[in-house]
């Protein structure tokens, strides 16, 4: 089959081919991205059979987490590590979303 690109409003992807969110748990406790996580998306950005990455599900706030080690995205001391995922998914021409998430009822309870 060959690759097709995709018109999706203003925004073209190179492939109709999307990476659903897959939660991985390989953020640091505190939700920071690691080099781990990084080699995770950059290798399947690589590929080049990929038009769009969504990120695994990302806490928008400390309440919100629903596991150890789920990416942050609820402070701006997020945002280095969040800028250099994104920059090893688009090295490839692949785009980058993310999943925003509140684990809702199903966050664990603080004492």
Do not use: C, F, W
């Not at 599900?57 to 309440?63: G, L, P, R, W």
């Not at 150890?68 to 997020?78: E, P, V």
């Amino acid at each position: 089959m060959m690759k097709q690109s995709i018109q999706v409003g203003t925004m073209e992807l190179n492939s109709r081919i999307i990476m659903p969110p897959v939660a991985t748990y390989q953020s640091t406790e505190d939700g920071k991205v690691t080099d781990t996580m990084l080699d995770y998306y950059g290798k399947r950005a690589k590929s080049g059979n990929l038009g769009m990455i969504i990120t695994e599900h990302s806490y928008i706030m400390k309440q919100g987490k629903a596991k150890a080690k789920q990416l942050s995205i609820s402070s701006d001391d997020d945002i280095d590590g969040l800028r250099k995922l994104t920059d090893v998914i688009h090295q490839s021409g692949t785009k980058a979303m993310a999943q925003l998430n509140h684990a809702g009822s199903a966050a664990p309870s603080r004492s």
